[in-house]
């Protein structure tokens, strides 16, 4: 009685209003309407800041799947990029105008939710168009975002919920993850970071041994390397005062990210070509926050020196990652046929995969998330996934794996292949170790973007984790 009562005052309350004003009737592009229901429009969060969401139910059971919030990075990149390139139901085909059916999308066992965060980010805007914020700001508005959607949708306030998240995701989705197990009526069950920025130190120093150990830097450069940045066998590649240590340092930056090399995936050719660009996705090229006083180390003060002049003079237009083209996605989106079928507002910008205002105007404030996961491991409840393509430079796998074994946690099952199926047969996936509630898993031959180089093998893998299945 108590619970139909409380359907009824939430009817009485307008609460069906706003979904049934958000749901997506028709999206062009598609040659067959999906069977699935799904909305689009704004979850409005603390001072007058409006984040846009995607939201597409299961094509499985709705009713009983969970809900999975997705988030990608930057910070300043916009989510969208995961729905129509990554993992969504429908990807945006080279003509910017069509779209085709994913096979290997998440929603065929899970109800996707694509965040827009923070507010200034594709989409989403802020009343006062302020667009300064930072991680602690951003991780509060995602929670009352998601607060704010189970008010919107009543009906998947009981379903399970993950976290998951990608590159930048890897700052937000802990820190969300720490509000949202304070909070009793969100049902949190786990979460699961994608190729993540989890420490500054430990990416920064592994990205050197992974570049060496991939053929990038040769005998002579590596041995400076050792004699300048490394004593007693250790190496500092993340805030050594040595100037010797700056100068290789600096030469690995040049060969990593300026040489013409994929930064996303060191095996894939470089859309568009090799050229320099301003990056405002996740790496060590990074325009990090230049007034953030936690950032000091060497490599970072040189490429804020480097960048600053080249970022200044691109606030106001489209920056692409490097080696990315998402020119079919900005095509798509920017239709106005497109922006009145997900109720886009008058008052949102013109939509581009990454904004360079954000990204310029971000506080970092966490220099790792070692604290937030051991909050989470101790509850002794949750599933935790870290996962990384093997081949990405942005945010390596190895000072992911790092970072996982600093938690600390008891080993469960050593590290060895996982496999899936593939239209060849069974295939080796990559490498899983895990721990209690909690495991580092990599994705054979993908980089940045699992979902978008490997669909299958994220598939196969999202499903176990989402289905607690062995990896």
């Not at 990608?72 to 779209?99: K, R, V, W, Y």
């Not at 009352?144 to 008010?151: D, G, Q, S, T």
């Not at 990416?203 to 300048?228: P, R």
Request: hydrophobic share 35%.
């Amino acid at each position: 009685m108590q619970v139909l009562l409380y359907y009824f005052l939430l009817f009485l309350l307008g609460a069906d209003a706003a979904p049934a004003a958000d749901e997506v009737k028709y999206l062009p592009g598609l040659q067959k309407q999906p069977s699935f229901r799904q909305y689009s429009g704004y979850l409005s969060v603390a001072d007058g800041k409006h984040l846009h969401y995607w939201f597409v139910e299961s094509q499985k059971e709705p009713s009983s799947d969970p809900v999975v919030l997705w988030l990608n990075g930057g910070p300043g990149c916009s989510s969208l990029d995961g729905f129509l390139t990554e993992h969504g139901p429908f990807l945006i085909q080279d003509d910017g105008a069509t779209l085709q059916y994913n096979p290997y999308s998440w929603n065929k066992i899970a109800n996707m939710l694509y965040l827009e965060s923070p507010a200034g980010v594709g989409f989403s805007y802020s009343d006062d168009q302020n667009y300064k914020t930072n991680d602690t700001e951003v991780s509060m508005n995602n929670y009352l975002a998601l607060k704010e959607f189970f008010r919107l949708f009543p009906e998947f306030s009981s379903n399970e919920l993950f976290l998951t998240g990608e590159s930048y995701g890897g700052i937000y989705i802990p820190t969300l993850a720490e509000r949202v197990m304070e909070d009793a009526s969100l049902n949190l069950q786990g979460i699961a970071v994608g190729n993540g920025m989890s420490s500054y130190e430990l990416n920064d120093n592994s990205l050197v041994y992974f570049a060496y150990y991939h053929g990038l830097l040769g005998t002579q450069l590596w041995t400076e390397l050792q004699t300048f940045c490394c004593s007693d066998g250790k190496c500092n590649f993340y805030n050594n005062p040595n100037k010797n240590c700056s100068s290789g340092l600096g030469e690995v930056q040049d060969i990593v990210y300026s040489s013409g090399l994929n930064m996303y995936n060191l095996y894939a050719s470089c859309p568009g070509g090799v050229h320099q660009r301003v990056s405002v996705e996740q790496g060590l090229l990074v325009i990090r926050d230049l007034g953030n006083s936690f950032v000091k180390h060497e490599w970072t003060r040189l490429w804020s020196q480097k960048l600053r002049g080249l970022a200044a003079t691109h606030l106001s237009v489209r920056l692409d990652p490097p080696c990315t083209n998402s020119t079919s996605s900005s095509l798509y989106l920017n239709n106005p046929y497109v922006r009145t079928a997900l109720h886009i507002s008058p008052k949102a910008l013109d939509w581009v995969i990454c904004s360079a205002e954000v990204n310029m105007n971000y506080g970092r404030l966490y220099m790792d998330v070692r604290k937030q996961y051991l909050k989470l491991l101790s509850a002794l409840k949750y599933r935790v996934l870290v996962y990384n393509g093997d081949v990405d430079m942005a945010c390596n796998f190895m000072g992911d794996e790092w970072f996982v074994e600093s938690l600390q946690q008891q080993v469960q099952v050593q590290r060895r292949p996982w496999l899936y199926d593939d239209v060849d047969g069974q295939q080796v996936g990559g490498f899983v170790k895990e721990f209690n509630n909690i495991a580092f898993l990599t994705v054979k031959g993908s980089g940045h973007m699992v979902p978008s180089d490997k669909p299958v093998a994220a598939f196969t893998m999202f499903t176990r984790f989402i289905k607690r299945q062995p990896y």
